[in-house]
């Protein structure tokens, strides 16, 4: 007989505590990894620094009027996308703008550490590009926050896209 109230007490005092932590945990995944840690809270990080993939580049660093960014695609065999322009950003959206008017204008996501591109983007991007290189869905991942390392990033002519 003791030994079955002292089960049912431990079952109750079990199910109580499962309560009140399912209530306590975050409603998405993205949520419960910054709480923990895990990934860098998009509100809180500086998007300054040089972001990579294979040979994909891009910079990001401050500029007078907010920041200068430059992108450059090297799909070899001189099928290559190189720019600048600027940046600006609200919450986890990038607005980006190659060039000096508005043709190559686009809003990429950054979440922390990512930034990407969309999978379409205006006419106007082409002419930053050769043959059949494309900016379209270029994903890249932060190597650096140093803008020293962003501001000397070369393309494959050796301009410098977020230098001086």
């Known amino acids: 007989m003791r030994a079955a109230l002292a089960l049912i007490v431990l079952l109750a005092g079990c199910s109580g505590g499962q309560s009140q932590q399912k209530a306590a945990q975050p409603q ?74 508005d043709a190559c204008s686009f809003d990429a996501r950054f979440d922390g550490d990512h930034i990407k591109f969309p999978g379409a983007l205006p006419e106007g991007c082409t002419g930053f590009c050769a043959r059949r290189a494309s900016y379209a869905g270029l994903e890249v991942s932060r190597l650096s926050e140093s803008t020293a390392e962003a501001s000397a990033m070369r393309d494959a002519t050796g301009r410098r896209l977020c230098g001086n």
């Open 28 to 101: 998405d995944l993205e949520t419960a990894a910054v709480e923990r840690g895990l990934v860098r809270d998009p509100k809180d990080t500086e998007i300054a620094g040089l972001y990579a993939r294979d040979t994909d580049r891009v910079c990001i660093v401050p500029g007078k009027d907010g920041y200068r960014i430059g992108a450059y695609v090297d799909y070899g065999e001189r099928i290559t996308c190189s720019g600048a322009g600027s940046v600006t950003r609200v919450g986890e959206a990038l607005h980006i703008r190659l060039g000096d008017k």
